[in-house]
């Protein structure tokens, strides 16, 4: 009996404690010099298993990497390919950008290329432009270096699919639709569900799941690599979300809400992640590094590249 009563005991004293995390400050780099003023929603950042961290913005014509002192350690590209406009690394430290598109000799050219991560000399290049008419959004899913690309495919047997998955030679590997086979193109289904391509498709490598958020229906999909549908998830406030630890966090009014996983289901807890003084973290996510670190997009003008830990 009194070993039950003291098993009983303890355990408030650990739920206590997991709701209790909070964020603490690591560190804030003064971005101004390389980001414009208040677009942080178009700023790409991924961080190397070194704890460097690339970032980028739409529209810019290189990206920095930084260590984790936060000293610029590398611009590149060195000479001007274009406009970037959307951007990641890989499972080796590459840098991966996607430049505007253009016509060359009556084709559409979509380049994507690969920079050295330590000397930013161009690797490879391939032409998007050949499978694709629109990009909305590109993630490479380290560690398994596959392309997960959201946006409209040119071929014609891709044309129901939004999500489309590609090798680095941009070989088809699978494509599928986060609204289910409904008969429809990408452009009939986006005529019902036009903020669709506003939210980017995130990836928990850790269980090689997508997760696509579906605006109009307040919704967030999930699918193996396989397409294959594990699972849904309100998304009722339509709040930012990312991904940590394998569980979904959205940012509300009040902190981080946890949903956590549990097998293939996501349940929302009770947890709300603040910052050490009990405040909600008002600035803009951008990333998430593998020893959980959390990078947002903040200050005055949102030109400033502040980390947290979770503690």
């Not at 098993?7 to 560190?27: G, T």
């Not at 890989?90 to 840098?95: A, L, P």
């Amino acid at each position: 009996m009194k070993k039950r009563f003291l098993f009983v005991s303890f355990l408030p004293m650990v739920l206590c404690f997991a709701h209790s995390q909070n964020l603490i400050l690591e560190r804030e780099i003064d971005l101004g010099f390389f980001l414009k003023p208040h677009q942080a929603h178009l700023v790409f950042a991924a961080s190397d298993s070194a704890g460097n961290v690339f970032i980028t913005q739409r529209g810019n014509d290189s990206f920095l990497k930084l260590d984790r002192a936060g000293k610029v350690v590398l611009r590149a590209p060195r000479r001007n390919e274009g406009e970037i406009i959307k951007f990641d690394i890989d499972g080796y430290g590459n840098s991966v950008c996607v430049f505007s598109g253009r016509l060359e000799e009556g084709k559409f050219r979509l380049p994507l290329a690969w920079y050295n991560g330590s000397t930013g000399e161009k690797l490879k290049e391939i032409n998007l432009g050949e499978r694709f008419s629109f990009i909305a959004h590109l993630r490479i899913l380290r560690p398994r270096d596959l392309i997960l690309v959201n946006g409209i495919a040119s071929e014609e047997g891709f044309r129901n699919d939004s999500l489309h998955l590609l090798d680095f030679d941009g070989n088809h590997v699978n494509s599928f639709s986060p609204f289910g086979n409904q008969g429809l193109t990408v452009e009939a289904i986006l005529e019902r569900n036009g903020d669709y391509f506003a939210s980017s498709p995130q990836f928990d490598s850790t269980n090689g799941i997508v997760f696509q958020a579906l605006p109009e229906m307040k919704l967030i999909r999930y699918f193996d690599l396989a397409g294959n549908r594990l699972g849904e998830t309100d998304w009722a406030e339509r709040d930012h979300f990312l991904l940590h630890s394998g569980n979904i966090w959205f940012q509300g009014a009040e902190g981080f809400r946890v949903v956590e996983k549990k097998g293939n289901q996501y349940v929302p807890t009770t947890v709300n992640i603040k910052d050490a003084d009990g405040a909600r973290v008002p600035w803009h996510p951008v990333a998430v590094d593998s020893y959980g670190n959390i990078y947002f997009l903040g200050g005055k003008d949102l030109q400033s590249l502040i980390i947290y830990a979770l503690k």
